[in-house]
């Protein structure tokens, strides 16, 4: 027995060394996000978030939709429309009205009778893109940070005998929609000499005629597809969906031409819509994003580009921008 302990003890300590010197798993990107500290995450406030109940489903459970508005400088005109349109409790009692496939969900007044808010502004199609040098170049500044943050990272995973992930020089890849893109204040945006924010998956943009219309915000999308950039600067985008999707993408398609409902018995009632911070405290959603800013944010969009976990066979060596979700995630109510 003393003979097989002395074996056995022998066999350890030539196992034990091998398995010390394993490398540490490589941490998915949504690994990364959630060991994020709390200084690098950013609280949305109420005021910014647009509360949407459908009718229940079968089961009588809530569908909530929660939608997080875009911040100044962009879309600002049809974003103060569509507070107006909350406050005044107008989307209420209206529906969902078309469902396209790899495309768009919309909701708004199917009858289009519905009288509007008195005080909507006629938005200008220039406002589909910032022009404001200052501000232009304030955000092109930023992103430009994040762009350097990230490849510094690179630099550093290298010199540290990390395995290669990508050259640097690569996240310069020409958009074919845009002269340069990047995140700012949270949100995907692309530009050239002016700069505007980009049809990603979730993206809520407005719904309008032919040009020169623009839409007054009454009428409203969520992007359930393939991100549609074709629509970058063709129409407002004026938020994203940070919860709820599911109730959305779920839908029956419309069988009509793009998807909208044959009948009033196909579409999905809207029970109300609101600003959360309308809404009583206990039902205030409370949700917050990893800032863009952050290192923690760099080593997100890099495992993002790059996928290195125990899944993946060939990183990537670069991603679409839309590919590039930025984290958003609930608080608990304090």
């Given at each position: 027995m003393k003979h097989l302990l002395l074996a056995a003890s022998a066999?350890?300590?030539?196992?034990?060394?091998?398995?010390?010197?394993?490398?540490?798993?490589i941490p998915s990107p949504g690994e990364i996000a959630a060991a994020a500290p709390a200084s690098d995450w950013i609280a949305i406030a109420p005021s910014d978030l647009l509360v949407m109940d459908l009718a229940p489903d079968a089961k009588g459970k809530p569908r909530r939709v929660v939608i997080q508005l875009m911040p100044a400088p962009f879309s600002r005109g049809w974003i103060g429309n569509i507070r107006k349109l909350a406050a005044a409790h107008w989307w209420d009692g209206t529906s969902i009205n078309r469902v396209q496939d790899n495309y768009v969900v919309q909701w708004?007044?199917?009858?289009?009778?519905?009288?509007?808010?008195?005080?909507?502004?006629?938005?200008?199609?220039s406002e589909y893109q910032i022009e404001d040098r200052p501000a232009v170049m304030r955000i092109i500044e930023t992103m430009h940070r994040n762009k350097v943050r990230i490849e510094e990272l690179v630099r550093q995973q290298r010199r540290s005998g990390s395995p290669r992930i990508y050259a640097?020089?690569?996240?310069?890849k020409v958009d074919p929609y845009a002269d340069l893109q990047g995140f700012a204040q949270g949100w995907p945006v692309a530009g050239s000499t002016g700069l505007w924010p980009i049809h990603c998956y979730g993206a809520v943009g407005v719904g309008?005629?032919?040009?020169p219309d623009t839409?007054?915000?009454a009428e409203l999308y969520a992007v359930i597809g393939h991100a549609p950039r074709h629509l970058d600067r063709n129409i407002a985008v004026v938020g994203r969906v940070i919860s709820g999707i599911e109730h959305l993408s779920s839908l029956p398609r419309g069988t009509e031409a793009l998807g909208f409902y044959k009948t009033e018995a196909e579409r999905m009632p809207i029970a109300s819509i609101r600003i959360a911070s309308e809404l009583p405290a206990a039902d205030q959603p409370q949700f917050e994003y990893l800032s863009t800013e952050s290192d923690s944010f760099a080593r997100y969009a890099d495992a993002r580009a790059n996928r290195r976990d125990p899944f993946f066979i060939r990183p990537a060596?670069?991603?679409?921008?839309?590919?590039?979700?930025?984290?958003?995630?609930?608080?608990?109510?304090k």
């Amino acid at each position: 027995m003393k003979h097989l302990l002395l074996a056995a003890s022998a066999a350890a300590s030539l196992i034990l060394p091998v398995a010390a010197s394993e490398p540490a798993p490589i941490p998915s990107p949504g690994e990364i996000a959630a060991a994020a500290p709390a200084s690098d995450w950013i609280a949305i406030a109420p005021s910014d978030l647009l509360v949407m109940d459908l009718a229940p489903d079968a089961k009588g459970k809530p569908r909530r939709v929660v939608i997080q508005l875009m911040p100044a400088p962009f879309s600002r005109g049809w974003i103060g429309n569509i507070r107006k349109l909350a406050a005044a409790h107008w989307w209420d009692g209206t529906s969902i009205n078309r469902v396209q496939d790899n495309y768009v969900v919309q909701w708004g007044d199917a009858t289009e009778k519905k009288p509007l808010p008195i005080g909507l502004a006629t938005v200008p199609e220039s406002e589909y893109q910032i022009e404001d040098r200052p501000a232009v170049m304030r955000i092109i500044e930023t992103m430009h940070r994040n762009k350097v943050r990230i490849e510094e990272l690179v630099r550093q995973q290298r010199r540290s005998g990390s395995p290669r992930i990508y050259a640097p020089e690569m996240r310069t890849k020409v958009d074919p929609y845009a002269d340069l893109q990047g995140f700012a204040q949270g949100w995907p945006v692309a530009g050239s000499t002016g700069l505007w924010p980009i049809h990603c998956y979730g993206a809520v943009g407005v719904g309008r005629n032919l040009s020169p219309d623009t839409g007054s915000g009454a009428e409203l999308y969520a992007v359930i597809g393939h991100a549609p950039r074709h629509l970058d600067r063709n129409i407002a985008v004026v938020g994203r969906v940070i919860s709820g999707i599911e109730h959305l993408s779920s839908l029956p398609r419309g069988t009509e031409a793009l998807g909208f409902y044959k009948t009033e018995a196909e579409r999905m009632p809207i029970a109300s819509i609101r600003i959360a911070s309308e809404l009583p405290a206990a039902d205030q959603p409370q949700f917050e994003y990893l800032s863009t800013e952050s290192d923690s944010f760099a080593r997100y969009a890099d495992a993002r580009a790059n996928r290195r976990d125990p899944f993946f066979i060939r990183p990537a060596g670069g991603a679409d921008i839309c590919n590039i979700p930025v984290p958003v995630r609930p608080v608990a109510a304090k």
